[in-house]
């Protein structure tokens, strides 16, 4: 439990700076990797940028690209989910990211019975498979704790992991934001390959009305109890990465956000100090 932690920076931490300039907020941090994202407006994927260039970037520097994110709705599978599946998983083998994180359907009009839910994630998982494997990359499953989201636990995704025979491809993504909306009790370190860290500090807010908007860097006035969750994750095994991904446009804007990080970075390994 002495082992430093290991942080990564999500893009989501500083949207808008260029793939290089983010890598060097990486290296000034003393990371060494990072996560992208297929739904940013201006850079990488969305940019047009190359696999291979992303990959000649990240190797050059010594940064490890873990994830893009995300796959969405992945839940609801269909032809458009099969050539964005498909697209995603050929982008993450050739820039070197080792998975693809997945989402699922977060949309208070979703007509579907929780049996049609159920059923929706095992044929998703189930064609998801084959194609994680043809392309040597894992599918990291990410429940979103909102309670209108079709997959809110962690629990049910391993269920339907499991009725699937997809162990060999599946992982869990752990949210501290969304663990501690969906009022889960159990992480599953073993099966966990990504936690994603943030923040919420207003504790006025009820429960339900916290959105993605609420997530800052993880401070001393932080609601959501990330170092417990963090602790717990460790005191299981869990050994891998602590990426941080603010949503705020406060953080976005900060005019020094590497000494936020910093800052955020030092009270996690200290909670006490």
Excluded at 91 to 118: H, I, K, Q, T
Excluded at 128 to 146: D, M, N, V
């Amino acid at each position: 439990m002495n082992k430093p932690l290991r942080f990564a920076l999500n893009r989501m931490v500083a949207p808008h700076l260029p793939l290089p300039d983010f890598i060097d907020l990486a290296l000034a941090l003393k990371t060494d990797a990072i996560e992208i994202r297929n739904d940013l407006k201006g850079v990488e994927i969305e940019n047009g940028m190359p696999p291979a260039q992303v990959r000649q970037l990240c190797e050059a520097r010594g940064i490890r690209v873990l994830s893009i994110n995300a796959l969405y709705p992945f839940d609801v599978w269909n032809e458009e989910r099969r050539v964005q599946a498909v697209r995603l998983a050929d982008y993450a083998r050739e820039c070197g990211a080792g998975g693809l994180v997945m989402c699922p359907l977060n949309d208070r009009a979703d007509p579907r019975s929780e049996a049609e839910r159920a059923a929706g994630l095992r044929v998703a998982l189930s064609e998801l498979a084959p194609i994680l494997r043809a392309f040597g990359i894992y599918g990291f499953i990410e429940p979103l704790g909102f309670e209108e989201c079709s997959l809110r636990r962690k629990r049910t995704a391993l269920e339907a992991i499991e009725a699937t025979d997809g162990l060999d491809v599946f992982r869990l993504v752990h949210d501290t934001f969304h663990h501690h909306l969906a009022g889960e009790q159990e992480c599953f370190p073993e099966l966990t390959a990504l936690v994603h860290i943030s923040g919420v500090e207003d504790a006025q807010a009820p429960l339900t009305t916290i959105r993605d908007g609420h997530r800052v860097l993880v401070g001393e006035a932080d609601i959501l109890g990330n170092a417990a969750q963090i602790e717990g994750l460790r005191a299981g095994g869990y050994e891998g990465y602590l990426s941080f991904e603010p949503f705020a446009e406060s953080v976005h804007e900060l005019a020094d956000i590497r000494q936020a990080l910093g800052a955020s970075m030092s009270h996690l390994q200290n909670p006490q100090g």
